[in-house]
């Protein structure tokens, strides 16, 4: 008689989240806190689930907890959002005798041009043909060396 084996997918560590994860039909399933008992608990009923499937799993009825999408996983950074916090650490960093300077100033008015053209974009898609953009608008509006 032939020897049947088959693997169960392994509980496993995402080592930069320190979080418990499976993968199930090709989805990488998020489970909490590694070793947690609640983790533990969920690979559990997500691996009684997938095998009274027949090895299939609807991934729309995850148990509350479980996530296909990596957790704390949020909408992109707009190109406002970074300008902000670079902004607020401009007038902190550019500072004499507790006075934020000129060039603090000089920063926020560059943040501004960037944020009326592109504000709205993910900062990750913000690259040197908009920057060249940006740089367009500043010379239109005489901010030249000479």
Same mark, same amino acid.
Request: charged share 25%; hydrophobic share 35%.
């Given at each position: 008689?032939?020897?049947?084996?088959?693997?169960?997918?392994?509980?496993?560590?995402? =080592?930069?989240?320190?979080? $418990?994860? &499976?993968?199930?039909?090709? /989805?990488?399933?998020? !489970?909490?806190?590694?070793?947690? *008992?609640?983790?533990?608990?969920?690979?559990?009923?997500?691996?009684?689930?997938?095998?009274?499937?027949?090895?299939?799993l609807?991934?729309d =009825?995850?148990?509350?907890? $479980?996530? &296909?999408?990596?957790?704390? /996983?949020?909408?992109? !950074?707009?190109?406002?959002?970074? *300008?902000?916090?670079?902004?607020e650490?401009?007038?902190?960093?550019?500072?004499?005798?507790?006075?934020?300077?000129?060039?603090?100033?000089?920063?926020?008015?560059?943040?501004?041009?960037?944020?009326?053209?592109?504000?709205?974009?993910?900062?990750?898609?913000?690259?040197?043909?908009?920057?060249?953009?940006?740089?367009?608008?500043?010379?239109?509006?005489?901010?030249?060396?000479?």
């Amino acid at each position: 008689m032939p020897k049947l084996s088959f693997a169960v997918p392994k509980y496993r560590r995402h =080592k930069a989240r320190n979080l $418990a994860v &499976v993968q199930l039909g090709g /989805q990488r399933i998020y !489970l909490g806190q590694w070793r947690s *008992a609640e983790s533990l608990r969920l690979y559990d009923q997500l691996l009684t689930a997938w095998l009274s499937g027949g090895r299939q799993l609807d991934l729309d =009825k995850l148990p509350q907890g $479980a996530s &296909v999408a990596e957790p704390d /996983q949020e909408t992109p !950074l707009t190109v406002q959002q970074v *300008a902000d916090a670079y902004n607020e650490h401009a007038t902190q960093y550019y500072r004499k005798r507790g006075r934020a300077t000129r060039e603090a100033e000089l920063v926020s008015e560059a943040l501004e041009i960037a944020c009326e053209l592109y504000g709205s974009t993910p900062a990750e898609q913000f690259g040197s043909k908009r920057l060249d953009k940006v740089r367009q608008r500043m010379i239109k509006r005489g901010w030249t060396r000479l």
